[in-house]
């Protein structure tokens, strides 16, 4: 019996001892949630080595590459986030370029009767209800950070500030709309033309916000194959994709 | 219910980190559940306490306290990567680490019973025969409270499985690497329409976690009949 | 083989303090429940720790607290027999018979063949400890001990925990584990049966000391001991040997030096010795030599002491041409016979009062 045990043991250890040895041999890629449906599609169609996608908050991605995160490459949905990283010195210095622009739209349920034309002093906080706004974290997340900019130069942002839903990134925002959770959500629009359960109620102007810009990049210590997916992210058969699901490519 | 490739690779995640982290707290399980089940000392009722901590603190607290420490640029985690190239953060191994965290004081708590019902005048009848401290402990008590220890691994497998908190925050989100079960399927509850992928993880998830719980109690009951068979 | 013991200890309420010497055969701590002996065992296995005193085993100390020496269980090749087998519940019967061996630095005296035959073994080895009866259990636990090839033998109780068919079965093989095999035994029991079928030494404890100690015969026929002996009735212990059997009749001679007594149930042959317990009750006393009377036995002696009276009896010392006797007889005969050291009476006891317990086989 103790023989046994034994065997086993130095099984798994001689398991834990390669696990741990062996290089870091995959592709990680560090994306904005709002990506998440086209850059899969896009990455389906690449010839070389699948990458590992990992979604989130733009804001959560940033931190975790900072603490050093083993992403090779950063697409961020805004560029402070980008910025930021750029500051402390862990990109690869000019592989830095702007990919993708998108708008962002106010969404309400599929069911939803809500009619309302988005300008300014727009009787938003009554639309609601009671219920909450359905943003990305209006401080952190790109997508909540542009809704409040857009909110706050339509002048109703205060009005509705503290009946914000703040969720980590702006997929769980469209997910509260769909669910029926939230009445009302700001989202992308590459967001709300994805998911059947949202209807779009208006559409915000680009001049009301920052522009809304994704800018990719290299991380410092980037695998050698991210170049090559990079590369081919900005070329003609990713961005077809990309227009496919309403994004606009930028040169 | 066949599964697809991707689900194949979350389930081959969740499981190799579930097991690892199982089997790497063992030692440490036991030393711990030894000490307290056998040894008197100042202090001790406070490292009860500390081994309990995981149990009763927020994951996320301890998926942070694993990061300040053994993150990439942590106390400890620099000095690892650099001397032993062992690295934790944002890889599979620390996945396990924070499982083995999460669940060793289930396995700490279920060895501890397991020991403390060995009857000691059969340790004392084998030194009696010439057997010494340590051939006592692998011939005698360890036998005896096999199921106990097996029960206790199973239990933290358990938790394991269904660790969250302190995995996405030591080890964050990544798919093939440290996106096991429980954080699969909170990536899909924020596809539009991936409902019913995450259910399907979901019942692979319970169907798992309940054959480890099944076979956890049987070991419980085995270990049970042991103790009466003397 | 020569057992020194001098410790002290206390244990919550009670003290011990216990000092003997023994020189090999069977040694029997005999006491009653709680008197100490079961401790004075575990000191000289070193599974307690006297707080003062010495041990030693041939010269050699096991524990001596002024030279702070205190050998390990494991290194002192003592066996042990406890009182409930303590068989290892994981492992088969074979398992645990050599489960010493290993550690065991000599080629051991005894092979697993000779205890297997010697303690009736052979159908039990691959059996499992849980469901066997307690009779097998102490035989495998005696077993085992043996294997581990000890120099000396420690055995507390062993029979305590049996019924009485088994007691005697066990008896039986302790016996003669005592006369094939050449191992010195320590043997703990509170049955006074057992001590004197089995025991040339006791040593008498109450209360956590010694009162007496010495050959059997000797400590057994002191009056003083009697109220430390519990439910112990006085009598007296004769070595004797078989003279001859009368198989018709059932009845064996047995002669020894003050006489001969009959005895029905010995199962003795001619030649061999035995040693016959009478308790006290069964000796009357008579101051002429009687004549058709059914008791068979007949002993001349002469009166040593008159005991303490307890209640209506008293307990009157006797003297056989060396052989202690001992007779309970009621105050008022003691009286009305005129009893007193030095007089010849003549001891009469029923054969058939001499009965199976009584007689041991040496």
Same mark, same amino acid.
């Given at each position: =019996?103790?023989?046994?045990?034994?065997?086993?043991?130095?099984?798994?250890?001689?398991?834990?001892?390669?696990?741990?040895?062996?290089?870091? *041999?995959?592709?990680?890629?560090?994306?904005?949630?709002?990506?998440?449906?086209?850059?899969?599609?896009?990455?389906?169609? $690449?010839?070389?080595?699948?990458?590992?996608?990992?979604?989130?908050?733009?804001?959560?991605?940033?931190?975790?590459?900072?603490?050093?995160?083993?992403?090779?490459?950063?697409?961020?949905?805004?560029?402070?986030? =980008?910025?930021?990283?750029?500051?402390?010195?862990?990109?690869?210095?000019?592989?830095?370029?702007?990919?993708?622009?998108?708008?962002?739209?106010?969404?309400?349920?599929?069911?939803?009767?809500?009619?309302?034309?988005?300008?300014?002093?727009?009787?938003?906080?009554?639309?609601?209800?009671?219920?909450?706004?359905?943003?990305?974290?209006?401080?952190?997340?790109?997508?909540?950070?542009?809704?409040?900019?857009?909110?706050?130069?339509?002048?109703?942002?205060?009005?509705?500030?503290?009946?914000?839903?703040?969720?980590?990134?702006?997929?769980?925002?469209?997910?509260?709309?769909?669910?029926?959770?939230?009445?009302?959500?700001?989202? $992308?629009?590459?967001?709300?033309?994805?998911?059947?359960?949202?209807?779009?109620?208006?559409?915000?102007?680009?001049?009301?916000?920052?522009?809304?810009?994704?800018? =990719?990049?290299?991380?410092?210590?980037?695998?050698?194959?991210?170049?090559?997916?990079?590369?081919?992210?900005?070329?003609?058969?990713?961005?077809?994709?990309?227009?496919?699901?309403?994004?606009?490519?930028?040169? | =219910?066949?599964?697809?490739?991707?689900?194949?690779?979350?389930?081959?995640?969740?499981?190799?980190?579930?097991?690892?982290?199982?089997?790497?707290?063992?030692?440490?399980?036991?030393?711990?559940?030894?000490?307290?089940?056998?040894?008197?000392?100042?202090?001790?009722?406070?490292?009860?306490?500390?081994?309990?901590?995981?149990?009763?603190?927020?994951?996320?607290?301890?998926? $942070?306290?694993?990061?300040?420490?053994?993150?990439?640029?942590?106390?400890?985690?620099?000095?690892?990567?650099?001397?032993?190239?062992?690295?934790?953060?944002?890889?599979?191994?620390?996945?396990?680490?924070?499982?083995?965290?999460?669940?060793?004081?289930?396995?700490?708590?279920?060895?501890?019973?397991?020991?403390?019902?060995?009857?000691?005048?059969?340790?004392?009848?084998?030194?009696?025969?010439?057997?010494?401290?340590?051939?006592?402990?692998?011939?005698?008590?360890?036998?005896?409270?096999?199921?106990?220890?097996?029960?206790?691994?199973?239990?933290?497998?358990?938790?394991?499985?269904?660790?969250?908190?302190?995995?996405?925050?030591?080890?964050?989100?990544?798919?093939?690497?440290?996106?096991?079960?429980?954080?699969?399927? $909170?990536?899909?509850?924020?596809?539009?329409?991936?409902?019913?992928?995450?259910?399907?993880?979901?019942?692979?998830?319970?169907?798992?976690?309940?054959?480890?719980?099944?076979?956890?109690?049987?070991?419980?009951?085995?270990?049970?009949?042991?103790?009466?068979?003397? | 083989?020569?057992?020194?013991?001098?410790?002290?200890?206390?244990?919550?309420?009670?003290?011990?303090?216990?000092?003997?010497?023994?020189?090999?055969?069977?040694?029997?701590?005999?006491?009653?429940?709680?008197?100490?002996?079961?401790?004075?065992?575990?000191?000289?296995?070193?599974?307690?720790?006297?707080?003062?005193?010495?041990?030693?085993?041939?010269?050699?100390?096991?524990?001596?607290?002024?030279?702070?020496?205190?050998?390990?269980?494991?290194?002192?090749?003592?066996?042990?027999?406890?009182?409930?087998?303590?068989?290892?519940?994981?492992?088969?019967?074979?398992?645990?018979?050599?489960?010493?061996?290993?550690?065991?630095?000599?080629?051991?005296?005894?092979?697993?063949?000779?205890?297997?035959?010697?303690?009736?073994?052979?159908?039990?080895?691959?059996?499992?400890?849980?469901?066997?009866?307690?009779?097998?259990?102490?035989?495998?636990?005696?077993?085992?001990?043996?294997?581990?090839?000890?120099?000396?033998? #420690?055995?507390?109780?062993?029979?305590?925990?049996? *019924?009485?068919?088994?007691?005697?079965?066990? #008896?039986?093989?302790?016996?003669?584990?005592?006369?094939?095999?050449?191992?010195?035994?320590?043997?703990?029991?509170?049955?006074?049966?057992?001590?004197?079928?089995?025991?040339?030494?006791?040593?008498?404890?109450?209360?956590?000391?010694?009162?007496?100690?010495?050959?059997?015969?000797?400590?057994?026929?002191?009056?003083?001991?009697?109220?430390?002996?519990?439910?112990?009735?006085?009598?007296?212990?004769?070595?004797?040997?078989?003279?001859?059997?009368?198989?018709?009749?059932?009845?064996?001679?047995?002669?020894?030096?003050?006489?001969?007594?009959?005895?029905?149930?010995?199962?003795?042959?001619?030649?061999?010795?035995?040693?016959?317990?009478?308790?006290?009750?069964?000796?009357?006393?008579?101051?002429?030599?009687?004549?058709?009377?059914?008791?068979?036995?007949?002993?001349?002696?002469?009166?040593?002491?008159?005991?303490?009276?307890?209640?209506?009896?008293?307990?009157?010392?006797?003297?056989?041409?060396?052989?202690?006797?001992?007779?309970?007889?009621?105050?008022?005969?003691?009286?009305?016979?005129?009893?007193?050291?030095?007089?010849?009476?003549?001891?009469?006891?029923?054969?058939?009062?001499?009965?199976?317990?009584?007689?041991?086989?040496?």
């Amino acid at each position: =019996m103790s023989a046994r045990l034994a065997a086993l043991a130095a099984v798994v250890c001689l398991a834990l001892a390669a696990g741990a040895a062996r290089a870091q *041999d995959r592709l990680v890629v560090f994306a904005a949630a709002s990506l998440r449906n086209a850059l899969d599609e896009a990455a389906a169609g $690449y010839a070389g080595p699948r990458p590992a996608i990992s979604y989130a908050g733009s804001s959560s991605l940033a931190k975790q590459i900072e603490r050093g995160a083993p992403a090779s490459l950063f697409i961020s949905a805004d560029r402070d986030w =980008m910025n930021y990283l750029q500051k402390r010195g862990l990109l690869v210095p000019g592989t830095r370029r702007d990919l993708l622009g998108n708008r962002l739209v106010l969404i309400a349920p599929r069911n939803s009767t809500i009619k309302l034309t988005i300008r300014p002093g727009m009787p938003l906080l009554q639309a609601l209800g009671g219920g909450r706004l359905a943003l990305g974290n209006p401080y952190h997340v790109p997508a909540g950070m542009y809704a409040r900019a857009a909110l706050e130069s339509l002048g109703v942002w205060e009005s509705v500030k503290s009946r914000v839903a703040a969720t980590e990134n702006v997929r769980i925002a469209l997910a509260l709309v769909a669910r029926d959770e939230a009445p009302l959500g700001v989202v $992308y629009e590459t967001d709300a033309l994805v998911e059947p359960g949202v209807r779009i109620v208006g559409r915000f102007a680009a001049s009301l916000h920052p522009p809304i810009v994704y800018p =990719m990049a290299l991380i410092k210590g980037a695998a050698p194959a991210a170049r090559a997916f990079a590369a081919y992210l900005g070329g003609r058969r990713a961005r077809a994709v990309f227009r496919k699901y309403g994004f606009t490519p930028l040169n | =219910m066949l599964l697809t490739p991707a689900e194949l690779e979350v389930l081959g995640l969740s499981l190799k980190v579930a097991v690892t982290g199982a089997i790497a707290s063992l030692p440490v399980a036991l030393l711990l559940a030894y000490v307290l089940a056998r040894a008197q000392f100042p202090g001790k009722i406070l490292l009860d306490g500390i081994v309990h901590l995981p149990l009763v603190l927020p994951p996320v607290v301890i998926g $942070y306290l694993l990061l300040v420490a053994l993150g990439r640029n942590g106390l400890l985690g620099a000095w690892l990567a650099e001397h032993l190239g062992i690295v934790f953060a944002f890889r599979w191994t620390g996945a396990a680490l924070a499982a083995s965290v999460m669940g060793l004081p289930l396995a700490v708590r279920a060895m501890r019973q397991a020991i403390e019902g060995v009857d000691r005048r059969l340790e004392a009848a084998a030194s009696t025969l010439g057997a010494p401290p340590a051939a006592v402990f692998v011939s005698v008590t360890l036998p005896l409270i096999l199921p106990g220890l097996l029960n206790g691994m199973l239990l933290a497998f358990a938790r394991s499985l269904g660790e969250f908190g302190a995995t996405i925050t030591f080890v964050s989100n990544i798919p093939g690497e440290t996106q096991t079960l429980p954080l699969a399927i $909170y990536s899909l509850t924020q596809v539009p329409g991936g409902d019913a992928q995450a259910m399907r993880l979901c019942l692979i998830s319970i169907a798992i976690s309940l054959s480890a719980l099944v076979l956890s109690e049987i070991m419980l009951r085995r270990a049970r009949r042991r103790a009466q068979g003397a | 083989m020569k057992l020194e013991v001098s410790i002290g200890k206390a244990l919550g309420a009670f003290s011990l303090e216990a000092a003997f010497a023994s020189e090999g055969g069977v040694t029997a701590l005999f006491g009653r429940s709680g008197s100490g002996k079961t401790s004075v065992l575990n000191a000289i296995a070193g599974l307690l720790r006297p707080d003062r005193g010495r041990i030693a085993l041939d010269g050699e100390p096991l524990f001596d607290a002024a030279a702070g020496v205190d050998v390990a269980v494991h290194r002192r090749r003592i066996g042990y027999v406890f009182q409930e087998g303590r068989l290892l519940p994981h492992l088969t019967v074979r398992q645990n018979l050599l489960y010493g061996r290993r550690f065991a630095r000599g080629q051991g005296s005894v092979s697993l063949q000779k205890v297997i035959e010697l303690l009736g073994l052979a159908k039990l080895l691959q059996r499992r400890p849980h469901d066997l009866s307690g009779g097998e259990k102490q035989r495998i636990a005696i077993g085992r001990a043996l294997l581990a090839d000890p120099r000396l033998l #420690l055995m507390d109780e062993p029979l305590a925990a049996l *019924d009485a068919p088994r007691k005697s079965e066990i #008896l039986y093989y302790v016996e003669r584990l005592r006369d094939e095999v050449g191992v010195p035994i320590v043997y703990v029991s509170h049955a006074l049966d057992e001590v004197v079928r089995l025991a040339d030494t006791v040593v008498v404890m109450s209360e956590g000391r010694v009162l007496d100690a010495g050959p059997v015969a000797q400590a057994m026929s002191r009056m003083e001991l009697r109220p430390y002996l519990g439910r112990f009735e006085g009598g007296a212990v004769i070595d004797a040997r078989v003279g001859e059997q009368d198989l018709e009749m059932g009845l064996a001679r047995l002669d020894f030096p003050g006489g001969a007594l009959y005895a029905p149930d010995v199962d003795a042959l001619p030649g061999e010795r035995v040693r016959v317990r009478i308790r006290a009750r069964d000796v009357s006393l008579a101051m002429v030599r009687p004549e058709a009377i059914s008791m068979l036995n007949l002993l001349q002696c002469r009166v040593v002491a008159v005991g303490e009276p307890a209640g209506a009896s008293v307990d009157v010392q006797l003297d056989a041409a060396g052989t202690v006797l001992i007779a309970r007889v009621t105050r008022k005969s003691v009286a009305a016979l005129g009893l007193a050291p030095g007089v010849p009476v003549y001891a009469l006891i029923k054969s058939v009062a001499i009965d199976r317990r009584s007689v041991g086989y040496a």
